[in-house]
């Protein structure tokens, strides 16, 4: 078992660089299979979820070669398997994407249902409406999903609820269907752009991505292309919240500073300067914190992936926050884990009131999910003493080498393994009865 260990109270101060868009990289990397041809796809992250795409990709048959630590080129062409197994699909909720590839590509698709962070039910009601709708069928057997389709047709497609997962799934699906495909009530995040963008790199006819309602004319083949994953949104938020816990100064360089607007602005009324240049920002706090309140939204509202990161901030901030999450209904379980470290939140619901008490103390800690994780970390960063979280294999399905990037900024982090207690042998026969 691997977990963190962090001495708090050391300032963040230096520069440290922003890998790929984990929520793009694991849309993108199944879109591959609509291609004829061989893709080459550069800034993806080094992180769990993307190794199991890559499995998944290679189970399948299709070739994959290494070109660097974060430039993979795929052959999708020597595929000719059409199934995830449970195995792969269990441990991330972005395994659903192969339906839509595999739908698009070859009019056949079985994946297990998806696993991930248990933030709560995440039904994929709105994504098998979207495949019905272009003329696919479904079976729900064994916790399998099976879908066949004899031909797929361009189709009006209403989503019931803003769903980032479903409105790609979607666009995965007809990127190849005859005719015309409009989904309205899309959603409007930058990783739908950027799989958009690269759908339209290999010679697909998608319009409106960004907006509320995406139109898909469809084509008959689609070309090999070179592509690079746009800047991961939700780490350099992750990162700018780190500095302003520990009143450091960094300049976070490989981002888009527009998609990061929503984070920027709540962090300025916390008291945090940003200031922005064409790919980089500047962070650093020279006052006090002060509180605020937060909603959760779709984009281009703040995201739910920071919440919880948000929220730790705030702990250290003066006065009374409050937090409203709109997304998911268990993305407060974090909270149990910062109150050990001294933190007061109460939770009622989906709302969340933090006193702030400008400090935190080190405790032992568990990381519930990937967004959890990023936020237990930021309190160990600025606690006082040692901080230690077990459970990180939830932190590093999202962040690529989040402790090296972190020690280059002048935190005390380092990642140990220890042994599982379930396989610690006694020391002798009589502690063995």
Known sequence: MDKFIIKGGRRLEGEVTISGAKNAAVAILPAVILSDEPCVIENVP????????????????????????????????TINKFCVPYEYARKMRASYYFLGALLGKYNKARVSMPGGCPLG????????????AIGAKYTLSQGMIDLTADKLSGNQIFFDVVTVGATMNAMLAAVKAEGLTVIENAAKEPHIVDLANFLNSMGANIMGAGTD???IRGVEHLHGATYAVIPDQIEAG????????????????????????????KLEKIGVNIEQFDDSIRVWVDGPLVKTDVKTAPHPGFPTDMQSQIATLLCLAEGTSIITENIWEQRFRYVDEL???GADIT???????????????GAPVKACDLRA?????????????VTEIEDIFHIERGYDCMEGKLRALGADIEKVSVPDKAEEKPENDKAAV
């Open 339 to 341: 109150r050990r470290m």
């Open 121 to 132: 039910d995440r039904p994929i009601d709105q994504h098998l409406k979207a495949f019905t």
């Open 213 to 215: 309602v995406i139109k």
């Open 238 to 265: 992750t990162f700018m919240v780190a500095v302003a816990a520990t009143k450091g100064d960094v300049l976070i360089k490989n981002v888009i500073p527009k998609h990061l607007e929503s984070i920027t602005k």
């Open 347 to 361: 939770v009622n619901g989906k709302v969340a009131l933090i006193e702030g008490t400008g400090k935190l103390m």
């Open 373 to 385: 994780g990023a936020a237990l970390i930021i309190a160990g960063l600025a606690a006082s003493g």
């Open 46 to 77: 080094y992180i769990s979820d993307v190794r199991i795409c890559i499995k998944i990709l290679r189970e399948m048959g299709a070739e994959v070669t290494s070109l660097g630590k974060d430039t993979y080129r795929i052959d999708p062409t």
